[in-house]
């Protein structure tokens, strides 16, 4: 049920993009993005609600894809502080469980 | 934004000890809260959804006499590793939606560590 994150790694220069994928085996009716430091709780980026939906702050911005069980997160001209693990997360549709994805560990370098 | 607690930060016990951990909800009401497991370089593992006033439910492969979970208020659930192995060390957190559920607040998790 945790849905499938790609690439499990990437290492960045200062400056460059990055796009991180998530798909869902499942239906899924919402999207969480969250980014965590290491020994850190999850800090919360953003949620996409609707298939279609897009959704985007400051440099970082995310879309859903319904039909394909997928959501994408990417991240522009990439900072120093953008370093950390990324993870999406489902929620079922009465919320009742909520479930992360395998992670991204994003490498950003001077 | 909705603030979450979890008490203690850290803890170190000898095998075969039961260990409890506190999550509360400082600045709002949370009828679910989840408890995740953390292993060092993997993701956030659902442990279990506790809702308040009634059985948390738990995911498959989690024992249920092990990892005693006790939502007794909105405000505070309990988890508590019960006899627990060096196996059980890891991070543990727990988090509760907010209103309209579009976003989880998290605690800033717990340690434990069993020698």
């Known amino acids: 049920q945790q849905p499938v994150q790609s690439p499990q790694a990437v290492i960045l220069r200062e400056g460059e993009d990055a796009v991180i994928n998530c798909s869902s085996s499942?239906?899924?009716?919402?999207v969480h993005w969250y980014r965590q430091k290491h020994g850190e709780a999850p800090v919360f980026l953003m949620i996409l609600l609707k298939g279609g939906e897009q959704k985007g702050h400051e440099k970082i911005s995310a879309s859903f894809n319904e039909k394909k069980q997928q959501s994408s997160l990417y991240l522009t001209a990439s900072q120093l502080s953008y370093s950390g693990t990324y993870f999406c997360g489902t929620a079922s549709y009465n919320f009742n469980k909520f479930y992360f994805g395998s992670g991204t560990k994003l490498n950003v370098k001077p | 934004g909705a603030v979450v607690s979890q008490h203690p930060s850290w803890v170190i016990c000898k095998s075969g000890t039961s260990v409890k951990i506190e999550c509360r909800s400082l600045?709002?009401?949370?009828?679910?809260m989840f408890w995740y497991r953390q292993f060092p370089k993997q993701s956030l593992m659902l442990m279990a959804t506790s809702n308040e006033g009634s059985k948390a439910t738990y995911e498959q492969g989690v024992e249920k006499d092990k990892f005693l979970i006790n939502h007794a208020s909105l405000t505070l659930s309990t988890l508590t590793v019960t006899s627990a192995h060096p196996e059980d060390s890891s991070f543990y957190i727990c988090?509760?939606?907010?209103?309209?559920?579009?976003?989880?607040?998290f605690g800033p998790g717990t340690r434990l560590t069993v020698l």
């Open positions: 499942k239906a899924l009716y919402s």
């Open positions: 600045d709002f009401q949370a009828t679910t």
């Open positions: 988090s509760a939606p907010g209103q309209g559920y579009n976003e989880q607040f």
